[in-house]
């Protein structure tokens, strides 16, 4: 994991993993794993050790746990989030949140669900390829809501960005081909 700091005359520089160390009160043997990502036989760090240095060098704890897979399909994410948020804001209330409010914007969005291609013959395989996809999409769409949606009780603003933000997690992570 490389890591930004800032230095005592406030330029950015790498944070040293002995800097982590002395802030968390870890030992190195137990930063190793969480600094060496690209080494497989290291043992797996606990979320106790993970958060403290997520505390450290604050930031979210979650930013920690991220793969490069799931930061790229964040940055896609935000590239069009103003869509998501524009289809958000007009489908929240200030009503009970429904936990298929993300699955509302992607319909909005007409990105879900995957519609059937029309043909003389149906495809079978494609048919079930499309319902496994839109299954997934509507069971992520769900889970983000509920995960999100709470995050911004009280505050339409903030239901409506986490809406947003759920349905285009949803769209983004549901893989091409379920089961592959």
Request: aromatic residues 4%; charged residues 30%; glycine residues 4%.
């Amino acid at each position: 994991m490389g890591v930004a700091g800032v230095d005592e005359r406030g330029k950015a520089s790498k944070l040293r993993a002995i800097d982590i160390v002395r802030e968390t009160g870890m030992s190195r043997t137990t930063l190793r794993p969480i600094m060496k990502v690209s080494d497989k036989t290291d043992r797996s760090p606990d979320l106790e050790s993970i958060n403290k240095v997520a505390q450290t060098l604050g930031v979210p704890l979650a930013f920690l746990l991220m793969t490069q897979d799931d930061w790229r399909a964040l940055s896609r994410v935000a590239t069009s989030f103003a869509d998501y948020k524009a289809a958000a804001n007009g489908i929240v209330t200030d009503e009970l949140r429904d936990p298929a409010l993300a699955e509302k914007v992607l319909k909005v969005l007409k990105v879900h669900p995957d519609q059937k291609i029309h043909e003389d013959v149906p495809n079978q395989v494609e048919i079930k390829r499309l319902e496994a996809r839109n299954a997934l999409r509507q069971r992520y769409s769900f889970v983000f809501s509920a995960l999100a949606q709470p995050a911004g009780r009280g505050d339409r603003d903030y239901v409506v960005a986490l809406t947003a933000l759920a349905s285009a997690m949803a769209h983004e992570m549901t893989p091409t081909n379920p089961g592959d």
